[in-house]
């Protein structure tokens, strides 16, 4: 018999740690909230959940480095990178994208990844609660099912 392991949807009893940047706050905000509010609306206690704020996405995966040995289920990580007239956009954006993978990799609990990377702010906008949704709270939901999976995947005694 195949066996299946799966996370469920469950956020109750979770310790949650949120990375979020201030750089375009207007959207990080809004992915904040999001983000905040489905884990509560999934049962998880507000108590539990510490926001630690950086100033841009480039300090985003030092800081969910330093918080994984703060007694956390998961790390979510928010941020906004918006494309403007220089390189400047892919150097931060891919240097974020692959800090917060590599901060994946060598953590125990997994670290999720909330950064939008958009060509404009219209894109953004849309993004973190407009028309297609808040990544906020798409990235929280990802995260419930992944740190109930991994609790579900602790090595054997
Ligand atoms: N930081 C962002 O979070 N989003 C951006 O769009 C952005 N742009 O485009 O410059 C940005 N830059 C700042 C960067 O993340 C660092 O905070 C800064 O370089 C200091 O290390």
Redesign the pocket.
């Known amino acids: 018999m195949v066996k299946f392991i799966e996370g469920g949807l469950d956020a109750s009893g979770l310790k949650v740690g949120i990375v979020v940047?201030r750089?375009?706050t207007s959207i990080t905000e809004h992915l904040l909230n999001g983000a905040i509010n489905e884990l509560v609306s999934h049962g998880a206690d507000e108590n539990a959940i510490e926001v630690i704020r950086v100033?841009?996405?480039?300090?985003i995966p030092m800081a969910a480095k330093k918080i994984c040995s703060r007694d956390k289920d998961v790390i979510i990580c928010l941020?906004?990178?918006?494309r403007?007239g220089t390189p400047?956009?892919d150097y931060?954006a891919t240097e974020?994208a692959s800090g917060v993978a590599s901060v994946a990799r060598d953590a125990d609990i997994p670290v999720m990844f909330g950064v939008l990377t958009t060509d404009n702010i219209k894109q953004a906008e849309d993004r973190s609660g407009g028309k297609f949704g808040n990544k906020g709270a798409e990235t929280a939901l990802a995260a419930i099912e992944m740190a109930t999976l991994f609790k579900k995947l602790q090595p054997l005694t």
């Open positions: 940047s750089f375009n100033p841009g996405a480039f300090e941020g906004a990178v918006i403007g400047h956009f931060v974020t």
